[in-house]
């Protein structure tokens, strides 16, 4: 198997610099496309052998070091007993939104294993397949986003009622987040009990919070999480991975730090060399180009992966990525052209 994925985490020497793209599998791929025409996106997340497909197109269609399980970050919050639609053009919709303690209530914390059965079934079935070729990732959003999903319906612009309720009513959302911490954690460790040979955390919206107000509402959570998950792992004998990507992350490296994860994902903002400085030597950083990169022509592509790669060679470990998800409208042949060049490049 290709592990140059996995020892760049861990900070080991590789040959070239790894490379996966968060979204990966997607819309921007063709061969996606044909089988969504089919099922819907629920559907297809729930039924383990089209999961596993899906997931494997990249790793052919562009030679990635590593696969992402194909999912969302809001399985565990419908297990958690939410509606959940994913509405075409408008993005995902929960109801009713958990804005109150009676909606609180009715929320439980899930058996990963047989409420959310499909996804383990789907790594086990990957695991077969991608036996000889790269390593699996798994992952949950981290509760911070997974909470602003819940308190605010679906999407937001600017957060308003999860700010609201976190500066109005601190014992409802330390409630919320306690369930959902639970939820996160347990689920991670079913991921990791079926195969999932790393797991990345998404706090996509963390980025929205003053350092202040990040350290008292979202770390302690995450912290938490990715704490109890490698005691957990110490006490089994297991050694999987942990990344904790948060999206505009530049005001809150310094207080991120300490949050027990083997790879910090960076997004654009900031030059990734930067980054580095304010994290600790013992960590390996992923990022960090801007997704909007891939409409360039080619050689401008060129020299801003050469720019990262260089920018990146001071940490102990680099895991060469997007600063945020592969958008719909990219060329898939740019992408691949991508990941060739932080191949060529870095050998
Ligand atoms: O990275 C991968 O390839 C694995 C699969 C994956 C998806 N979503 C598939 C998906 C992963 C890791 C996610 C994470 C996710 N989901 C995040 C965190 C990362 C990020 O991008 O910020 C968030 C915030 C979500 C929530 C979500 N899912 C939204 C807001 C949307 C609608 C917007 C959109 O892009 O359509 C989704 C839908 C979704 N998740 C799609 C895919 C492939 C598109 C569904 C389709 O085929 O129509």
Same mark, same amino acid.
């Given at each position: 198997?290709?592990?140059?994925?996995?020892?760049?985490?861990?900070?080991?020497?590789?040959?070239?610099?790894?490379?996966?793209?968060?979204?990966?599998?997607?819309?921007?791929?063709?061969?996606?496309?044909?089988?969504?025409?089919?099922?819907?996106?629920?559907?297809?997340?729930?039924?383990?052998?089209?999961?596993?497909?899906?997931?494997?197109?990249?790793?052919?269609?562009?030679?990635?070091?590593?696969?992402?399980?194909?999912?969302?970050?809001?399985?565990?919050?419908?297990?958690?007993?939410?509606?959940?639609?994913?509405?075409?053009?408008?993005?995902?919709?929960?109801?009713?939104?958990?804005?109150?303690?009676?909606?609180?209530?009715?929320?439980?914390?899930?058996?990963?294993?047989?409420?959310?059965?499909? *996804?383990?079934?789907?790594?086990?079935?990957?695991?077969?397949?991608?036996?000889?070729? *790269?390593?699996?990732?798994?992952?949950?959003?981290?509760?911070?986003?997974?909470?602003?999903?819940?308190?605010?319906?679906?999407?937001?612009?600017?957060?308003?009622?999860?700010?609201?309720?976190?500066?109005?009513?601190?014992?409802?959302?330390?409630?919320?987040?306690?369930?959902?911490?639970?939820?996160?954690?347990?689920?991670?460790?079913?991921?990791?009990?079926?195969?999932?040979?790393?797991?990345?955390?998404?706090?996509?919206?963390?980025?929205?919070?003053?350092?202040?107000?990040?350290?008292?509402?979202?770390?302690?959570?995450?912290?938490?999480?990715?704490?109890?998950?490698?005691?957990?792992?110490?006490?089994?004998?297991?050694?999987?991975?942990?990344?904790?990507?948060?999206?505009?992350?530049?005001?809150?490296?310094?207080?991120?730090?300490?949050?027990?994860?083997?790879?910090?994902?960076?997004?654009?903002?900031?030059?990734?060399?930067?980054?580095?400085?304010?994290?600790?030597?013992?960590?390996?950083?992923?990022?960090?180009?801007?997704?909007?990169?891939?409409?360039?022509?080619?050689?401008?592509?060129?020299?801003?992966?050469?720019?990262?790669?260089?920018?990146?060679?001071?940490?102990?470990?680099?895991?060469?990525?997007?600063?945020?998800? *592969?958008?719909?409208?990219?060329?898939?042949?740019?992408?691949?052209?991508?990941?060739?060049?932080?191949?060529?490049?870095?050998?």
């Amino acid at each position: 198997m290709n592990d140059t994925f996995l020892k760049a985490c861990r900070g080991e020497a590789v040959p070239y610099t790894p490379v996966w793209i968060m979204r990966q599998a997607g819309r921007y791929l063709k061969q996606y496309q044909k089988i969504r025409k089919k099922v819907d996106f629920l559907t297809l997340c729930k039924t383990p052998e089209l999961a596993a497909e899906v997931t494997i197109q990249p790793i052919d269609a562009l030679g990635v070091d590593a696969a992402i399980l194909f999912s969302d970050i809001l399985i565990p919050v419908e297990a958690m007993g939410m509606k959940l639609k994913f509405l075409e053009k408008k993005g995902p919709v929960l109801t009713p939104p958990v804005r109150n303690e009676t909606a609180l209530k009715k929320l439980s914390v899930p058996q990963p294993e047989t409420d959310m059965g499909f *996804v383990m079934e789907t790594i086990k079935i990957l695991r077969k397949e991608l036996a000889t070729r *790269v390593p699996l990732i798994g992952f949950s959003g981290a509760p911070f986003t997974t909470a602003t999903y819940m308190i605010e319906g679906g999407t937001s612009k600017n957060f308003l009622h999860t700010k609201r309720m976190i500066f109005e009513s601190p014992a409802l959302y330390a409630s919320l987040m306690s369930k959902v911490t639970t939820t996160v954690l347990e689920y991670l460790k079913a991921q990791i009990k079926a195969g999932a040979q790393a797991v990345q955390l998404f706090d996509t919206w963390a980025g929205i919070f003053s350092p202040l107000d990040y350290r008292e509402y979202v770390f302690p959570y995450v912290r938490e999480v990715i704490k109890s998950l490698k005691s957990w792992q110490a006490a089994e004998n297991i050694r999987v991975p942990v990344i904790y990507f948060v999206g505009s992350c530049s005001g809150l490296l310094e207080e991120m730090r300490t949050c027990g994860a083997d790879v910090i994902g960076i997004d654009w903002r900031i030059n990734i060399d930067d980054a580095i400085k304010r994290l600790d030597s013992d960590l390996s950083v992923q990022g960090n180009l801007d997704p909007c990169a891939l409409f360039m022509p080619k050689e401008k592509i060129q020299y801003r992966v050469k720019d990262i790669l260089k920018r990146a060679s001071s940490a102990r470990g680099h895991i060469f990525n997007l600063g945020h998800g *592969v958008l719909p409208e990219t060329s898939a042949e740019n992408v691949a052209s991508m990941v060739e060049m932080v191949h060529s490049f870095s050998r």
